[in-house]
């Protein structure tokens, strides 16, 4: 028989009394830290004060006689890490000359010299601001130096360099991005979203690299190369984008290369788009539904029609809301679906409901 357990009530008191101490001292941290950035805020506040409409005028362009710019570029030292970190939230949303006034700002301050020593730091939260700060400025011909972050050990450091790169939009780096998406020696790669929305922003140098990841032996550099061909102009893409539809093995490439041919490709990809829509994969059938529906040809109505009774219902349902979206012909073969006893008669029922709904708001719109 196991004998029991005998804790004393002073052993019991003093952890209570731990508990207790341990709830006040979060209590305090919490209403300490609150009480800290109201504090900074207040202050931050105050130091911009009279500055706001200065940083404004520069931003809405309407700073004519560049007063506005003078007076931020001349502000006292104790005001410049305030007027940095609001300088530096409007670059993340104007372009244009008002982005390059702003960021005359910022170098005036010497925050590229900062960046630029920054991207060599032992702490990886100080070299993505570094890369963060040279693209918010601008500052196209650091793109080299921040080349060698897209291999960075920190996944975050390697976000912010692309990310900073696509903000000076040379196209130049667009090997290195696509290099970062399969890399050698770091178990993650660029996220795919990342390196699709750094290819789309770069000048048109990006555009023979981009056909040629389209070859890569690494399908998620291949997904990325079929997304971005489906989103940017890539002159002369459609041949390669129709070889690879015909090589590609890869599920998640195979619906990127799809989906970019309803895009860059016309009535002589309608037979494979009507095929690729019976596929067995899902996702690669609806990204040729979608492709059917892009390419807006008449007979487009007849590839989609028997897929709305396709046994999976996201297809039909798909399906049928394309013909909706392709005229007078596709609302017809719906409406024929509705008197007959097949698998149709949903779907049809259901893009018909969708297209009136959609309809009635664009009317009171």
């Known amino acids: ?38 504090w900074r805020e207040r202050r931050d506040a105050q130091l911009l004060g009279e500055l706001r409409p200065a940083m ?22 104790r005001r410049v890490p305030v007027v940095d970190r609001a300088v530096s939230a409007m670059l993340s949303k104007v372009r244009g000359e008002p982005a390059r006034a702003l960021a005359r700002v910022l170098d005036a301050h010497g925050r590229a010299e900062w960046a630029i020593a920054g991207l060599s730091s032992h702490s990886a939260v ?18 080299p130096r921040l080349l060698p972050l897209l291999q960075d050990r920190s996944a975050d450091v390697v976000v912010a360099a692309a990310r900073a790169l696509a903000l000076l939009g040379d196209g130049s780096a667009a090997r290195a991005v696509l290099r970062a998406v399969a890399p050698r020696r770091r178990p993650r790669g660029l996220p795919s979203w990342v390196a699709v929305e750094s290819l789309c922003a770069f000048d048109d140098a990006a555009a023979p690299v981009i056909e ?38 890869d599920p998640r490439a195979l619906t990127a290369f799809v989906g970019a041919l309803g895009w860059v490709g016309g009535a002589q990809d309608l037979a494979v788009l009507s095929e690729l829509a019976r596929h067995r994969d899902e996702s690669v059938a609806l990204a040729a539904v979608e492709s059917l529906e892009r390419l807006g040809l008449p007979s487009s109505v007849a590839a989609l029609g028997p897929l709305v009774e396709d046994t999976r219902p996201r297809l039909a349902e798909r399906a ?3 013909l909706t979206e392709l005229g007078p012909a596709g609302r017809e073969r719906l ?31």
């Open 1 to 38: 028989m196991a004998t029991p357990t005998v804790v004393s009530a002073q052993l019991l008191s003093w952890v209570l009394w731990v508990l207790v101490w341990a709830a006040a001292l979060l209590l305090a941290t919490v209403l300490g830290t609150r009480a800290g950035r109201q």
């Open 126 to 143: 100080r070299r993505a601001h570094a890369a963060w700060t040279l693209g918010l400025m601008r500052a196209r011909e650091s793109a």
């Open 320 to 322: 049928a809301v394309a």
């Open 56 to 77: 404004l005028e520069v931003a809405s362009g309407e700073d004519d006689d560049a007063s506005a710019l003078r007076r931020l570029t001349a502000v006292p030292r």
């Open 212 to 249: 040629e990841a389209t070859l890569h032996p690494d399908p998620a550099v291949r997904h990325v190369a079929a997304t971005v061909i489906g989103v940017r102009p890539v002159p002369g893409a459609a041949p390669v984008v129709r070889e690879r539809l015909a090589q590609e093995t």
């Open 335 to 365: 409406l024929g679906a509705l008197d007959g006893d097949t698998p149709a008669v949903h779907p049809a029922h259901y893009a018909l409901q969708l297209s009136a709904m959609r309809g009635a708001g664009r009317g009171v719109a």
